[in-house]
């Protein structure tokens, strides 16, 4: 069993990331570019002492740009993140949005208003590059799992085996009595004469045919 166990170990590899699969430029630069008019027009208040007078000015002249905050603390508004203000009240991040005073709030209550004092900040557009750096790595374990996907395609290609990749369950009947209609999906269905092998998320599934 040794032997087995130590011949399964050898050809593994400790990775199968390449340098280019960590971070997706091109969506990061795409994301960025998008807002990309919004955050240079918030770079106005990078250095303003009076943090509620210089919001005040920008809403006045384009309330829309306050829109794009969510992303300065790592946030996204299509996740419709909620927090709890100093009355136990929950709101979604982007409700604090809809006025000059509760931007304001935002900007204090998140510490955004010393770091923009401080100009701890220079600007925000290449600030933001960097926060979808970080959010992008959030997306590695999809990526790891697409390019694990085609690496095992490729031996399956090399050695002949018949195949059939992303196969919802609704495919086997006998799974979906098992298990219910999750409308989930196997990475790769193997077909033999006898049997036909299901794999997903290190989960083998066996139905005879």
Sequence with gaps: MTDRFNDFMKPLKETHFSLKDYVDFPKVAAN???IAIKLNQLNYLIGQEDMAKAVALLWEENPKVFSVLDI?????TKDKKKAIDENGDTLL???YFSSPELVTKFLNDTGLTEVFQKKQIKNLVD??????VGLDSNA?????GHIMEDLVANIFDKHGISY???VYYTEFPEIVKALGADNKRFDF???TKEKNLSYRSKLLYRRRV
């Design 93 to 95: 991040v982007s409700d």
């Design 189 to 191: 269905v193997v077909k």
């Design 72 to 76: 300065l603390i790592a946030v996204r």
């Design 127 to 132: 600030y933001v590059f960097g926060v979808e």
């Design 32 to 34: 960025v570019d998008s």
């Design 164 to 166: 059939e990749q992303e």
């Design 140 to 144: 590695r374990k999809n990526r790891g």
